[in-house]
């Protein structure tokens, strides 16, 4: 067993959990790692066995098949069906699973990555490749695994767990058994990371920046996690529970003092209304941002709809789910981003050195305009039920809202041409989050219905910071002055063409940030729904002219340090005082 062991990484979420750590490998069929009990080893080792006898009965099929299709050629299924009779690989994973005491995937996993290494060290080209035989077989073998009712997947966890993993991508997200989720580890990632966003969005606790958690994590230890300072205790004493349990009691104070103003609304001493709303991955969120007190959903990531799935929703599927969005939150508004792909989605193609720069939202929609034209058509379907906004991703400029108003003016008319009922003049906006949008939102600004900042890519584009980079993540920086500098020119270029801007990056969910976007103009906030109580207790304590007078002198300083230092002194001296 480990002896204690401290981690340190970058709180995200705040909360603490204690639970056994599940190491989550993303393969091609997820490998997980957890520890078994001991009596449950015979019945593992009968599902490996099983699995085997599956492989075998399958390529035997195979070979007979081409045997008679192309004669003699099927003698290359024989090396295969060796494979599986071969002690090194099947009993050496039996016998390491009895000794590790560890599900079957896993211990296969093991060996085969052993055997792996061992052909790729071999000088004989033909043993070498041998290697992707041996990558074929364990691969088969991991599918019947996966076949068995009982085995574990993402949906379907062993029971609650500390989830630790290399990075959580999108579509592992939208499949997770979310109930059975103490907390998420992570190696990669940032603040600003959809990793963390979506850790504070289901009120997770969560560290991420570990680097290397997924290799010095043993499979089934105890793990406590505090969310709020970013450390990760692997076989924590009873000293340590006690401290976590604490911290644990002062979030809950702390979220209890809060909880009486959720249903005031957001106005500032001096009367301005500002609209807090929520960040949604998830339907089943809308109920969790309306007990935050969010005046309705500013950003609906709509590729979350995807998951892992290989094809595109249908428009009818769309319709259902957008409508009862919008029935959930009714009157407040729902705004729907388009798709915006995640690099390792069907439709995507991968392997490219930076994806967030890619062929992604309007750039993939001039190669594939079907999938976009089929939901701007449940969009526009779906708005008749109540306020529904259609915001676009990653435009760079004039050039791309041209397109997206072919786009909208085509799903219009084959509408009218089915004589579907639709909402003609449902609002159509940008996701301002590339520098070149920023600096034409004047232009921008006439063509559309309303803005959304985006702070999280815009400021690792206007940085030159990849956000999910550990390394280089002290570059991060909100405050920077060019930020605030960008921000407010598109807030005025906004306000000159009477278009409404809201910020739906992370930005808005830090109340001393929050309060300098209001000082700057902006009068729409939306973020993780765990955010919004402080961000209204902060909110309700200034004076939004103040704010403003802050603002301006913070456009004139230098350094980011000092930008927080002056709204720090300025504006939270008195948000402070309040519950946090």
Avoid at 187 to 193: M, W
Wanted: charged share 25%.
């Amino acid at each position: 067993m480990t002896g204690r062991l401290a981690l340190q990484g970058a709180g995200v979420s705040v909360g603490t959990a204690v639970g056994a750590a599940l190491v989550l490998e993303p393969e091609t069929v997820p490998v997980f790692r957890y520890a078994i009990a001991p009596e449950a080893v015979g019945a593992e080792q009968a599902r490996l066995r099983a699995a085997v006898d599956s492989s075998r009965e399958q390529l035997r099929s195979i070979r007979e098949r081409l045997l008679r299709e192309v004669g003699p050629r099927a003698y290359i299924f024989d090396a295969q069906l060796l494979m599986l009779d071969d002690p090194l690989l099947v009993q050496r994973s039996l016998d390491l699973l009895k000794e590790q005491a560890v599900n079957a995937e896993w211990a296969l996993r093991s060996v085969g990555d052993e055997l792996h290494d061992l052909f790729a060290g071999f000088s004989d080209a033909y043993l070498q490749e041998r290697g992707t035989d041996l990558d074929d077989v364990v691969g088969r073998i991991h599918l019947n695994l996966a076949a068995d009712g009982s085995a574990p997947s993402l949906a379907r966890l062993p029971g609650p767990v500390v989830l630790v993993s290399g990075d959580l991508s999108p579509s592992q997200a939208a499949e997770m058994d979310w109930d059975n989720v103490l907390a998420i580890v992570t190696d990669a990632g940032s603040p600003t990371y959809h990793t963390a966003i979506l850790a504070r969005s289901l009120g997770i606790p969560g560290v991420v920046g570990l680097k290397d958690a997924t290799r010095r994590i043993p499979t089934g230890a105890r793990v406590a996690v505090d969310g709020s300072t970013g450390s990760v205790l692997v076989e924590p004493s009873e000293a340590d529970i006690d401290g976590f349990a604490r911290r644990a009691e002062e979030v809950r104070r702390c979220a209890k003092g809060l909880e009486a103003e959720r249903p005031l609304p957001a106005t500032t001493i001096d009367g301005v209304r500002i609209s807090l709303q929520a960040n949604a991955e998830f339907a089943e969120e809308v109920t969790s941002a309306l007990e935050y007190g969010a005046e309705g959903i500013g950003l609906f990531r709509s590729e979350y709809l995807l998951g892992r799935a290989q094809t595109w929703p249908s428009e009818d599927e769309q319709v259902d789910l957008y409508r009862r969005l919008i029935e959930l939150m009714r009157p407040h508004p729902v705004t729907v981003r388009v798709w915006d792909l995640p690099p390792e989605h069907a439709e995507h193609v991968s392997g490219r050195a930076n994806p967030a720069m890619g062929e992604r939202a309007l750039r993939l929609q001039r190669r594939r305009p079907e999938p976009f034209h089929v939901q701007l058509r449940a969009l526009l379907r779906a708005a008749v039920a109540g306020p529904l906004r259609i915001m676009f991703p990653f435009a760079t400029g004039p050039s791309d809202v041209m397109a997206v108003r072919e786009m909208v003016e085509a799903a219009r008319l084959s509408l009218r041409k089915d004589g579907i009922e639709h909402r003609e003049d449902a609002p159509v906006g940008l996701n301002i989050e590339v520098p070149a949008a920023a600096a034409t939102a004047d232009l921008l600004a006439r063509e559309v219905d309303f803005f959304s900042v985006g702070t999280n890519d815009l400021i690792q584009y206007l940085l030159a910071v990849d956000r999910a980079d550990p390394l280089v993540a002290r570059f991060y920086e909100p405050l920077h002055p060019a930020v605030l500098r960008v921000i407010d020119g598109v807030v005025r270029a906004a306000m000159e063409h009477d278009v409404p801007v809201s910020v739906c990056g992370e930005m808005a969910a830090d109340p001393l940030q929050a309060l300098l976007l209001v000082g700057l103009g902006v009068r729409e906030l939306s973020m993780s729904a765990v955010s919004i109580p402080r961000v209204k207790n902060a909110l309700r304590k200034v004076h939004a002219s103040h704010a403003a007078e802050v603002a301006r002198r913070c456009l004139g300083l230098s350094t980011a340090a000092a930008i927080e230092a002056l709204a720090r002194q300025e504006l939270l001296g008195t948000a402070e005082a309040g519950p946090q």
